[in-house]
């Protein structure tokens, strides 16, 4: 029997974030946060219950003014540099490997391109860009807020949208696509 609770004991406890994900929460905190305070009622697949909501309250206190334009800079450059590097890699090589000649691309081939680069910009870069912002905007947030055994379930939802997303769109695109395909295929 103690066997038994020594194996239900650890797992059952609550497992620290690493300091990335704590800063990737925080300010995806603060971002949902400032939209919230500026009128933004909700975001498109990301919802949050009362609960959620004060506990990411919480969590963007402490930051000064200045950090947040900083990290707000930090974000956007980031998002364009792995944008760039994104549409450049994904069409970059279907050129080398698939679109040998540029004025004979199939549309489901370049759509099925597009899909995958918005996938990456939405499940992927997004969360990168804010986290790394976060690196900057730590130097100007002293008294971050401590972790409470609420932010390890917070933060696997908050990548679960991301993830939920990212999928949606990109399918969403390759749908458009078909429907498109169908389209100009009957006149």
């Known amino acids: 029997m103690s066997q038994a609770v020594e194996a239900e004991g650890p797992a059952a406890a609550p497992q620290a974030l690493s300091r990335g994900r ?4 925080r300010y995806w905190s ?10 933004q009622a909700g975001f498109p697949g990301f919802s949050y219950s009362d609960d959620e909501w004060a506990r990411m309250d919480e969590l963007s206190n402490g930051i000064t003014t200045g950090g947040i334009y900083l990290w707000l800079g930090a974000v956007t450059l980031t998002y364009m540099l792995v944008a760039a590097v994104v549409g450049g890699g994904v069409i ?20 099925a391109a597009a899909a995958i680069i918005i996938m990456a910009m939405v499940g992927l870069a997004m969360p990168l860009s804010i986290a790394v912002g976060g690196l900057v905007g730590d130097l100007f947030w ?15 939802k908050v990548v679960g949208q991301f ?8 399918v969403l695109v390759v749908v458009i ?7 100009l295929s009957r006149f």
């Not at 603060?30 to 009128?39: F, M, P």
């Not at 997303?165 to 990109?170: I, R, T």
């Not at 696509?177 to 389209?183: E, K, P, R, S």
Request: hydrophobic share 45%; proline share 9%.
């Open 22 to 25: 704590r800063r990737f929460l």
């Open 30 to 39: 603060l971002n949902v946060v400032l939209a919230r305070r500026k009128g």
């Open 92 to 111: 970059g090589t279907a050129m080398m490997t698939l679109w040998r000649n540029a004025k004979d691309v199939p549309e489901p081939q370049f759509f």
């Open 142 to 156: 002293p008294n971050r807020p401590a972790e409470t055994p609420a932010d390890g379930p917070l933060y696997a």
């Open 163 to 170: 993830r939920r997303m990212g999928l949606f769109v990109g």
């Open 177 to 183: 696509a078909a429907v498109w395909g169908l389209v």
